[in-house]
C-alpha cells in the first residue's frame, strides 16, 4: 500500500492539471478553426448552406456533451480509426467548441449595421474581402467578452473526458482517492484547481463585458 | 471495417428507455422548481440583505460558476460523507444541481430585477402595499417576464449536464443507456438512439417552457 501525504497529492494533481489545460487549448483551437468554417455556411447567401449549419449548431446544442464524446469514442472506431481517449476527447471537445464558437461570432456579425456590408461593397469588395476586411474584425472584436466566456466552459467540460478515460484532472482525482479514501480533500483541490484556472478568464470576460457597454 | 448498424434491440430496449426519460424529465423539474425558487431568494439577498449575506451570496455564485458540475457532483456525493452528510444517489443528484443552476440564475433574476424601474415600486409602496406584497406581486413579476428567454436556456443547459449524474448512479436516461449497451454490445447504436431522445426532450421543454411561459406571464414572452 503506497501512502500519499497531502502533498503527494497535490503533486499528482497538478502534474493531471497540464492535460487538462492541454485539452482546453487544443479544443480551443481545433473549435475556433472549425467553427469559423461552420460560421461561413451559417452566414452564406445560399439558404441550404445556412440551414446546414444551423442544424448543426442546433445538434451539438441540444444534446448532452457526454453524449456527443461517447458516440465519438463508439462511432469513429467503426470508420476504421484506431481511437484513443485523448482523440476523442479533443475530437469531441472541438466539434462542440465549433458549434459554441459559431453561434457567438454569428451574433458579432447580425449585430453589424447592414451599411458596413454595403460600405464594403461600394469600395469594389468582393465577399471575402468584405468578410476578412470589415465584417469578421469587428464582429471579432465585439463578441471577445462571451468568446473568453465560452473558454471557461470548455476549461469545465474537459471534466467530462474523465467519463470516456482520458487521463487528466478528475479521472487522476478518482485513481487517487479510490488509494487515498479521503474524498474531501481531493475533490476539494480538484475544485480549487479548475477555480484558479477559470476565475482570471471569468474576470476578464467581465473587465471585457463591462469596456464593451461603456463603450 | 465490415461494421454494420443493429437496432434490432431497440424494441426491447423501450421501457428502459422511457424509464430513463421520465428520471431524466423528474430530476429537471425539481431542479427547475428549486433552482428558480432559490434563486429568487439569492438575487433578493443579494441586493437587499445584510452585507455578510451579499459577500456569502457573491462567493457562492463564484466558487459553482468556476469549477465543473462534475467536480461538485463527486464532490457532494463522495466528499460531504467524510464530514457526516450522507446522501443517497438521487438526493445527491438533485442538490448538486439545484446549487448548481441557482448560481447561474442568480445572476439572470438579479438582471431582471435591475430592470424592473424603481417607480414601480415606488407606486405600489404609495397605493399602501407591503414591502412584500410590492416584491412578489408587483416587481417579480416583470422581473420573470423579462428574462424568461434566459431562464429557459439555462434549464435546458441544466437538463443536459443532467446526464452526468450517471456517473453516481442515477437511473436516468445516460444510465439506461450504458446498461442498455453494456448488455447488448451496440455502443454506438445505442448513444446515437439516446442522444436523439435528448434532443426531443430539450426542443419539446422548450416549446412547453414557452408556451407555459406566455400563458402564465402574459403576452411578450418569446
Known sequence: MIEFTFWDIVRNLLLAARWTVLLSLAAFVGGGVVGMLVLFFRIAKNKWARRLASGYIALFQGTPLLMQLFLMFFGLPMLGLRIEPWTAAALGLTFFASAYLAEIWRGGVDALPRGQWDAGASLGLHYLQELRLIILPQAFSITRAPTVGFLVQLIKSTALTSIIGFEELVRTSNAINNATFEPFTVYGLVALIFFVMCFPLTQYARSLERRATSN | ?222
Open chain 2, 1 to 222: 471495417m465490415g461494421y454494420s448498424l443493429d437496432f434490432g434491440w431497440l424494441a426491447d430496449a423501450t421501457g428502459a428507455i422511457a424509464r430513463g426519460a421520465a428520471m431524466t424529465i423528474l430530476l429537471i423539474a425539481v431542479t427547475t422548481l428549486a433552482g428558480t425558487f432559490l434563486s429568487i431568494l439569492g438575487a433578493a439577498g443579494r441586493r437587499n440583505g445584510p452585507l455578510l449575506l451579499k459577500r456569502a451570496i457573491g462567493v457562492y455564485v463564484e466558487i459553482i460558476r468556476n469549477t465543473p458540475f462534475l467536480v461538485q457532483l463527486f464532490f457532494i456525493f463522495f466528499g460531504l460523507p467524510s464530514i457526516g452528510v450522507r446522501l443517497d444517489p438521487l438526493l445527491a443528484a438533485i442538490l448538486a444541481m439545484t446549487l448548481n443552476m441557482a448560481a447561474y440564475t442568480i445572476e439572470i433574476v438579479g438582471a431582471g430585477l435591475d430592470a424592473v424601474p424603481r417607480g414601480q415600486t415606488e407606486a405600489a409602496l404609495a397605493l399602501g402595499l407591503r414591502l412584500r406584497q410590492v416584491f412578489v406581486k408587483i416587481v417579480l413579476p416583470q422581473a420573470l417576464k423579462v428574462i424568461f428567454p434566459a431562464l429557459t436556456s439555462q434549464i435546458i443547459i441544466m437538463m443536459l449536464e443532467s446526464a452526468v449524474v450517471s456517473q453516481i448512479a442515477v437511473r436516468e436516461l445516460t444510465y439506461e443507456a450504458d446498461m442498455l449497451q453494456a448488455r447488448t454490445f451496440r455502443a454506438f447504436e445505442t448513444y446515437f438512439v439516446v442522444t436523439m431522445v435528448y434532443l426531443v426532450l430539450s426542443m419539446g421543454l422548450r416549446r412547453l417552457l414557452v408556451s407555459g411561459g406566455r400563458r402564465a406571464l402574459g403576452a411578450g414572452v418569446s
